[in-house]
């Protein structure tokens, strides 16, 4: 029972990380894309103007979600903690 226990917590820590990262991926990836075609179409190949905008989108991305994302954390660490307590018994 203790096993079990440990992989269904791993295996939900894991699907978590995977749901909480995927809005910032997206965006950043959207918006990089956008910029690459537009330094493609304006031949404007300055780095940094790719840097800035993921770094803004990134930024902006992480406000929006940080409720979401730390109700998200808080209650998976109070059902691990539970779960873990109940193991002892």
Known sequence: M????LIHLTTQVLWIVMLLSL???AA???VS???SVLQTLTQL???TMQFIFKLVTTAITLFIGYRWMGLTLLN???LAFSQLSM???
């Open 76 to 78: 998976y660490g109070e």
């Open 45 to 47: 190949q300055d780095q």
């Open 28 to 30: 950043v990836t959207v």
């Open 2 to 5: 203790n096993a079990s226990i």
């Open 33 to 35: 894309l956008l910029v």
């Open 23 to 25: 809005p910032v991926v």
């Open 87 to 89: 193991m002892r018994r």
